[in-house]
């Protein structure tokens, strides 16, 4: 088994596929070029689960969170997610933060007999990498600033 990965340089230069494990409104809100998305959970799933939790807890929100991804809907979703990685045996998974979401897929995908690394921080952390590689750019290069101000003179 490959190792999960802290290093986000070389998933960005190598463009390695990833699967985004976010709900789809997560997804359309923000995604990197070689992730596909491919959710844990639906978008109200996942509202259910956030709302449980911000009521009675993580415990319970997880104890949720497996009821509503059982059966029938985790067999489409472990389908899914075994395809990319026959496809992608080089890729990683990653969820917000690389927490709860991507290990539970990681844990599930594994006692499928599939081994497949995550990208510890996850979308979080890459996100950031990101803003910082290009502040650290910005403060390198010398850049001019240009700016054009258009008058408006009304008619008389």
Same mark, same amino acid.
């Given at each position: 088994?490959?190792?999960?990965?802290? %290093?986000?340089?070389?998933?960005?230069? %190598?463009?390695?596929?990833?699967?985004?494990?976010? !709900?789809?409104?997560?997804?359309?809100? *923000?995604?990197?070029?070689?992730?596909?998305? +491919?959710?844990?959970?639906?978008?109200?799933?996942?509202? @259910? /689960?956030?709302?449980?939790?911000?009521?009675?807890?993580q415990d319970?929100?997880?104890?949720?969170?497996?009821?509503? /991804?059982?059966?029938?809907?985790?067999?489409?979703?472990?389908?899914?997610?075994?395809?990319?990685?026959?496809?992608?045996?080089? *890729?990683?998974?990653?969820?917000?933060?690389?927490?709860?979401?991507?290990?539970?897929?990681?844990?599930?995908?594994?006692e499928a *007999?599939?081994?497949?690394? +995550? /990208?510890?921080?996850?979308? @979080?952390?890459?996100r950031n990498?990101?803003?910082?590689?290009?502040?650290?750019?910005?403060?390198?290069?010398?850049?001019? +600033?240009?700016? !054009?101000?258009?008058?408006? /003179?009304?008619? +008389?």
């Amino acid at each position: 088994m490959r190792e999960d990965t802290l %290093n986000y340089r070389q998933l960005f230069l %190598n463009d390695t596929p990833m699967i985004d494990l976010r !709900a789809p409104v997560e997804f359309k809100q *923000g995604a990197f070029p070689s992730a596909v998305s +491919l959710p844990l959970m639906s978008n109200e799933e996942r509202e @259910k /689960v956030g709302t449980c939790y911000k009521q009675q807890g993580q415990d319970a929100a997880i104890k949720l969170g497996h009821k509503l /991804v059982s059966g029938e809907i985790k067999e489409q979703r472990m389908a899914a997610w075994k395809a990319f990685v026959e496809e992608n045996p080089e *890729g990683y998974l990653y969820c917000f933060r690389g927490g709860l979401r991507s290990r539970t897929t990681q844990q599930w995908l594994k006692e499928a *007999g599939a081994d497949y690394p +995550l /990208v510890t921080g996850g979308y @979080k952390a890459l996100r950031n990498f990101l803003l910082d590689e290009i502040e650290a750019t910005c403060e390198e290069l010398p850049f001019i +600033l240009l700016a !054009a101000i258009q008058a408006a /003179v009304k008619p +008389l």
